[in-house]
Nanobody, 116 residues
Framework: VQLQAFGGGLAQAGGSLRLSCVAS????????MGWFRQAPGKEREFVAA????????YYADSVKGRFTISRDNAKSTVYLQMNSLKPEDTAVYYC??????????WGQGTLVTVSS
């Protein structure tokens, strides 16, 4: 499956952005989907994930209560609504898909910059 992420940009601290990730396959509905991020000089880290039906969500402690992951299987799209943004949320955000153990496909990344 090919993934294309978009929606990044510049936001002020306390602001909001919504990221989208579109999958190329109709089998999208069978995959769990996730968002990861990589800040300059740091390793890629998990942000959020959602099960195939959208009923189960997981979040990193650093974004819990501020970010919301959701999916629309009819549109083969997963979203990441980011509220109350902080400068430390600045990173390149990647979407990923997985059908078994691990993550098997990655999008190209979209840059989110949060100014203080």
């Amino acid at each position: 499956v090919q993934l294309q992420a978009f929606g990044g940009g510049l936001a002020q601290a306390g602001g909001s952005l919504r990221l989208s990730c579109v999958a190329s396959e109709r089998t999208f509905r069978t995959y769990r989907m996730g968002w990861f991020r990589q800040a300059p000089g740091k390793e890629r880290e998990f942000v959020a994930a959602v099960g195939w039906s959208g009923s189960i969500e997981y979040y990193a402690d650093s974004v819990k209560g501020r970010f919301t992951i959701s999916r629309d299987n009819a549109k083969s799209t997963v979203y990441l609504q980011m509220n109350s943004l902080k400068p430390e949320d600045t990173a390149v955000y990647y979407c990923a898909s997985g059908a078994g153990a691990g993550w098997s496909a990655w999008g190209q990344g979209t840059l989110v910059t949060v100014s203080s």
